[in-house]
């Protein structure tokens, strides 16, 4: 990430009135109202731009801090959500809340190890999809794996929660240090910072919406998605197209 120091550079404008200055043997004759006036004419402009500055200032800080406010609030809130799925797995007992899925995918380096064992890159895979999965209560995940399974997109999903998940991870491992020193960075990089957050934690919701809409679905067989396995398989077909689907380049 590119860190971009703000330089603040005021500049004052000062227009000076230049007046000839007159030779000792020239009569002085005092100033008219009309000679003030026109002496007070710079001054008033100096003053005006003067606190168009200040004005302009105060409310580009305001601005920044308001930025500075809601930035760090959003990356407290998603260092809370990545702390709680960090000990839900230390809360994971040997069933691995009973989703049959982790026995079902193996590691594609030639070991054979399932996601199920008890190594750091497994317990980590599990923990970013538990992250995915927070709009489904514990007692039903056993049902939606399940689910997955049957549909025949065990492999599509799963790994694209483990994707999601572990984006999450390393956008908060990434900003979380830095919080306290965002006021290094200019507002308009601030603002895209904020912007992306906002929009990828958005992402995270929906994402764990369509989950729960997907066990949901089943439970209620909408569209027959529980009685027609073919039907199921085109429904997760369609969900994880949704999923992985890139954005359109404008």
């Known amino acids: 990430m590119k860190h971009y120091i703000i330089v603040h550079i005021f500049v004052f404008l000062f227009l000076n009135a230049c007046y000839p200055v007159a030779s000792n043997k020239i009569e002085l004759k ?6 003030l006036n026109q002496e007070e004419v710079p001054n008033q402009e100096a003053n005006y731009k003067e606190e168009k500055e200040a004005k302009e200032e105060g409310i580009n800080k305001k601005t920044e801090n308001t930025l500075l ?7 407290e809130t998603a260092k809370k959500y990545n702390d709680k799925y960090t000990q839900k797995l230390k809360e994971e007992s040997s069933s691995q809340y009973r989703i049959l899925a982790f026995k079902d995918l193996f590691w594609l380096d030639g070991i054979n190890e399932q996601l199920s064992a ?11 999809a538990y ?13 939606f794996s399940e689910i997955v399974m049957a549909s025949g997109q065990t492999q599509g999903i799963f790994n694209t929660l483990n994707s999601l998940g572990g984006n999450f991870e390393k956008i908060v491992n990434c900003l979380y240090p830095k919080k306290d020193n965002l006021e290094k ?9 904020k912007d992306s957050l906002e929009n990828f934690l958005e992402i995270k919701k929906i994402a ?14 909408t569209n027959r998605i529980k009685t027609d396995k073919n039907e199921l398989k085109s429904y ?3 969900l994880f197209n949704q999923m992985t689907k890139k954005p359109k380049k404008h």
């Open 69 to 75: 406010n809601d930035l760090r609030n959003l990356i």
């Open 185 to 193: 960075l200019e507002t308009s990089v601030l603002k895209k910072l």
């Open 30 to 35: 005092p100033k008219t109202e009309t000679s």
């Open 208 to 221: 764990s919406e369509m989950m729960h809409k997907l066990l949901l679905d089943y439970q209620n067989n």
């Open 236 to 238: 997760a077909d369609t």
């Open 118 to 128: 008890n190594t750091e890159r497994s317990k980590a895979y599990r923990k970013r």
């Open 131 to 143: 992250s995915i999965l927070n709009t489904i209560n514990d007692a039903s995940l056993k049902n």
